[in-house]
């Protein structure tokens, strides 16, 4: 059995170093050693990031968790693609992809083929006018994504738990807002 809270303190991690992942990602969007379609799927968990409807409503106390969820299987998507990376940018395609089996195991094969099938399709959306194939193809649509990356990763907010019991109920309510969003 898992110790109490124990996936709480990842997200506190993976929340904390959010604007360093939104950072690496969007280098590794833009590097051809990663096929389009992987790149597709950066450029869309990178957009995601900055939706207003997503998954986990922003003010809540895990707001920034499900954007670190979405990039991670973003990653799982692209690494499919990414046969000719570097050294360098296969070691952050396996951290991520080694945290997206963190994120199965937190919320079960089947909640996790749901989140998976919502990121698919992701990068068929169009988020603040860009959809992923114009951020791949434009350069102004690419700088614009950055600055308002950089923005948005300024507010980002750990869900800090200061005690067992609040870390529990961080994933409570991560779970229980996966599973009304995605129909879990």
């Given at each position: 059995m898992d110790k109490a809270g124990r996936h709480a303190r990842r997200f506190?991690?993976?929340?904390?170093?959010?604007p360093n992942d939104v950072q690496a990602t969007f280098d590794l969007m833009t590097?051809?050693?990663?096929a389009s379609t992987g790149r597709r799927f950066l450029a869309a968990g990178l957009s995601y990031?900055?939706?207003q409807l997503d998954l986990i409503p922003d003010h809540e106390k895990a707001g920034a968790v499900d954007d670190?969820?979405?990039l991670r299987v973003a990653y799982g998507l692209a690494a499919e693609h990414a046969a000719k990376a570097g050294t360098r940018e296969s070691s952050l395609i396996a951290r991520m992809t080694n945290e997206e089996d963190e994120i199965r195991q937190f919320i079960g094969d089947a909640l996790f083929a749901k989140l998976r099938r919502y990121v698919v399709e992701l990068a068929d959306k169009e988020v603040r006018g860009r959809t992923t194939d114009h951020i791949l193809s434009d350069a102004k649509a690419r700088a614009d994504l950055k600055r308002e990356l950089e923005q948005s990763m300024k507010k980002v907010r750990p869900p800090i738990a200061t005690s067992d019991e609040e870390a529990e109920q961080i994933e409570v309510a991560v779970k229980s807002y996966l599973k009304m969003k995605l129909g879990g």
């Open positions: 506190q991690e993976w929340t904390s170093e959010l590097n051809e050693a990663v990031c900055l939706t670190a969820f979405v």
